[in-house]
């Protein structure tokens, strides 16, 4: 526990190691990661595939000897046939935690625009398409009716869970049942819940109908698992998908793009400020379900196509403030375990979501006393901190296309190894990216736009936007009591009240007003736009 209490505020990155035996530690989640079986990867669908794997940098190049290269052997699977379609999976929509029953909430996933919103009848969530089938008002923008059915507000349209058409306010009575009609319908996705999140299939073909009997979303155990707490969050990225899982595969980051932020370890030679150094990473196994990667003495796991974690063998503790590895037979059973779990979801070109969950076995206390918005604090400083970065790398591997990452982008060193194994994932079983159908990459917003806290985050957060309006009701009562004590002194005469009483309405009054103003400067930072300048860190 000492390790724990060192750190404040949990991390969005894996990061790097510089001992041996362990992971760098994420700030506040200073822990080890417990490993996950592999009957997790599950299969898909086979097709042909015409991609090459990417090489790790261009045969031009002259390499050194921390370049990666792993045996193909390992990285091929014997099979050229099968196909990743990205349509026929299962992809996490939102937190439970984080939805609101009594509202539909609109989402875009795979450039797909969706309403999520609570059937009360058959109590359970349901995804549909965001279109009525009326004109094709958003269904997002409507509301529950007193019934529990879905009602879309430009004319009062009803649906149930089942996307059927119950009401059409504008059909008469004792006319044809138009309602009934089968392009009265919703279009309603298969949906189901797993670990506490909402997932959902993008694919209304009827063959699909049934899918979570064949197939369900990739299993967690530490999710299920009622003796490990669980630290949830979620935010709006405003760079593609591809781009913010080689973020979270990428160790050797975490030293600058992040320095101040998270807690690493000294190396035993300190060749710079920083600290970074050489990361041993390997892919090991790489197959249309993702592939298996080491780190050292841990592991990381990419299930297709969102899941990234990683982790390390358990810490078993001794009972006498010592630990040990889980191979020693002289130790107790009682041992330390943990994840950092990320599900990274394809939204539009230049846009993701991150979902972050860090279940551990220790520690539960804290969760329970400590509010989750104080942790979504910590984590958002560190998504910002290259936020601005990653957003410009995207757009040049989109200038030169990203068929060409492997000759544009120079990769000589192991820790780039979990990256490269992505990309080879990437262009062998998913034709080298998603296909947005034509759609291309935004324009870049102003810097306050794409760092901002509130849209992306706090109004998806229940944590955050209840300590945000807490917050504000806060600083306007303090604004308040400023302006009514110096009302108190203007109004009342000198010899009503004493001296001290007047002086003490009055340094009140100062209080509360710096207070207050204190108070706006820390709502704006953490809750709207907190800029960050890597020259001044």
């Given at each position: 526990?000492?390790?724990?209490?060192?750190?404040?505020?949990?991390?969005?990155?894996?990061?790097?190691?510089?001992q041996?035996?362990?992971?760098?530690?994420?700030?506040?989640?200073?822990?080890?990661?417990?490993?996950?079986?592999?009957s997790?990867?599950?299969?898909?669908?086979?097709?042909?595939?015409?991609?090459?794997?990417?090489?790790?940098?261009?045969?031009?190049?002259?390499?050194?000897?921390?370049?990666?290269?792993?045996?193909q052997?390992?990285?091929?699977?014997?099979?050229?046939?099968?196909?990743?379609?990205?349509?026929?999976?299962?992809?996490?929509?939102?937190?439970?935690?984080?939805?609101?029953?009594?509202?539909?909430?609109?989402?875009?996933?795979?450039?797909?625009?969706?309403?999520?919103?609570?059937?009360?009848?058959?109590?359970?969530?349901?995804v549909?398409?965001?279109?009525?089938?009326?004109?094709?008002?958003?269904?997002?923008e409507g509301?529950?009716?007193?019934?529990?059915?879905?009602?879309?507000v430009?004319?009062?349209?009803?649906?149930?869970?089942?996307?059927d058409?119950?009401?059409?306010?504008?059909?008469?009575?004792?006319?044809?049942?138009?309602?009934?009609?089968?392009?009265?319908?919703?279009?309603?996705?298969?949906?189901?819940?797993?670990?506490?999140?909402?997932?959902?299939?993008?694919?209304?073909?009827?063959?699909?109908k049934?899918?979570?009997?064949?197939?369900?979303?990739?299993?967690?155990?530490e999710?299920?698992?009622?003796?490990?707490?669980?630290?949830?969050?979620?935010?709006?990225?405003?760079?593609?998908?591809?781009?913010?899982?080689?973020?979270?595969?990428?160790?050797?980051?975490?030293?600058?793009?992040?320095?101040?932020?998270?807690q690493?370890?000294?190396?035993?030679?300190?060749?710079?400020?920083e600290?970074?150094?050489?990361?041993?990473?390997?892919?090991?196994?790489?197959d249309?379900?993702?592939?298996?990667?080491k780190?050292?003495?841990?592991?990381?796991?990419?299930?297709?196509?969102?899941i990234?974690?990683?982790?390390?063998?358990?810490?078993?503790?001794?009972?006498?403030?010592?630990?040990?590895?889980?191979?020693?037979?002289?130790?107790?059973?009682?041992?330390?375990?943990?994840?950092?779990?990320?599900?990274?979801?394809?939204?539009?070109?230049?846009?993701?979501?991150?979902?972050?969950?860090f279940?551990?076995?220790f520690?539960?206390?804290i969760?329970?006393?400590?509010?989750?918005?104080?942790?979504?604090?910590?984590?958002?400083?560190?998504?910002?901190?290259?936020?601005?970065?990653?957003?410009?790398?995207?757009?040049?591997?989109?200038?030169?296309?990203?068929?060409?990452?492997?000759?544009?982008?120079?990769?000589?060193?192991?820790?780039?190894?979990?990256?490269?194994?992505?990309?080879?994932?990437?262009?062998?079983?998913?034709?080298?990216?998603?296909?947005?159908?034509?759609?291309?990459?935004?324009?870049t917003?102003?810097?306050?736009?794409?760092?901002?806290?509130?849209?992306?985050?706090?109004?998806?957060?229940?944590?955050?936007?209840?300590?945000?309006?807490?917050?504000?009701?806060?600083?306007?009562?303090?604004q308040v009591?400023?302006?009514?004590?110096?009302?108190?002194?203007?109004?009342?005469?000198?010899?009503?009240?004493?001296?001290?009483?007047?002086?003490?309405l009055?340094?009140?009054?100062v209080?509360?007003?710096?207070?207050?103003?204190?108070?706006?400067?820390?709502?704006?930072?953490?809750?709207?736009?907190?800029?960050?300048?890597?020259?001044?860190?």
């Open positions: 526990m000492e390790a724990f209490r060192s750190s404040s505020a949990p991390s969005l990155h894996t990061c790097t190691t510089l041996k035996t362990q992971f760098l530690k994420p700030m506040f989640l200073n822990f080890q990661f417990n490993k996950i079986p592999s997790s990867l599950s299969s898909f669908h086979k097709n042909i595939s015409r991609s090459k794997l990417f090489t790790t940098i261009s045969s031009s190049s002259t390499l050194s000897t921390e370049q990666i290269d792993p045996p052997s390992e990285l091929e699977t014997k099979s050229k046939e099968e196909k990743f379609d990205w349509f026929s999976q299962w992809y996490p929509v939102m937190p439970v935690c984080d939805l609101d029953k009594r509202v539909p909430h609109a989402k875009k996933i795979l450039g797909l625009d969706v309403v999520l919103w609570w059937d009360r009848n058959e109590g359970a969530w349901k549909f398409d965001d279109s009525c089938p009326h004109r094709l008002a958003p269904l997002s509301r529950i009716d007193q019934w529990g059915r879905l009602q879309c430009y004319h009062g349209w009803c649906f149930n869970g089942s996307g058409c119950k009401f059409i306010p504008q059909a008469p009575t004792d006319g044809p049942p138009v309602h009934t009609f089968n392009k009265a319908c919703a279009t309603v996705y298969p949906t189901t819940v797993q670990h506490d999140i909402v997932w959902f299939w993008p694919n209304t073909d009827p063959q699909y049934d899918i979570i009997l064949k197939k369900k979303p990739p299993y967690i155990p999710l299920d698992d009622p003796s490990f707490t669980t630290l949830m969050g979620n935010r709006d990225i405003a760079y593609g998908y591809e781009v913010l899982i080689e973020n979270l595969m990428d160790p050797a980051h975490v030293p600058y793009a992040h320095y101040g932020l998270m690493t370890k000294k190396p035993r030679v300190k060749l710079d400020r600290g970074g150094r050489p990361v041993e990473m390997a892919v090991k196994k790489l249309i379900n993702g592939f298996i990667g780190q050292e003495f841990g592991s990381s796991k990419f299930i297709s196509p969102c990234f974690y990683a982790y390390t063998d358990p810490i078993v503790d001794q009972g006498n403030g010592s630990a040990s590895s889980a191979g020693n037979n002289k130790v107790s059973p009682k041992q330390r375990r943990s994840a950092l779990i990320f599900l990274c979801v394809p939204v539009s070109p230049g846009n993701s979501r991150l979902i972050w969950a279940p551990r076995n520690g539960i206390w969760d329970k006393i400590v509010p989750r918005w104080m942790f979504h604090i910590g984590q958002n400083l560190i998504l910002d901190s290259d936020l601005y970065l990653l957003h410009v790398e995207e757009r040049k591997i989109m200038d030169v296309g990203p068929g060409n990452w492997q000759k544009a982008c120079f990769v000589p060193t192991k820790s780039d190894g979990f990256v490269v194994g992505f990309r080879r994932w990437l262009n062998k079983y998913a034709g080298g990216g998603i296909d947005w159908k034509g759609m291309a990459l935004p324009p917003p102003p810097r306050v736009q794409l760092m901002d806290r509130y849209w992306s985050h706090v109004v998806n957060c229940t944590s955050c936007r209840s300590a945000y309006k807490g917050l504000n009701a806060l600083e306007v009562i303090l009591i400023s302006f009514v004590s110096i009302g108190v002194v203007a109004a009342i005469k000198q010899n009503v009240i004493s001296a001290a009483t007047r002086t003490g009055v340094v009140l009054a209080i509360c007003f710096a207070a207050s103003r204190w108070l706006a400067d820390f709502i704006y930072k953490n809750f709207h736009y907190h800029d960050y300048n890597h020259a001044f860190r």
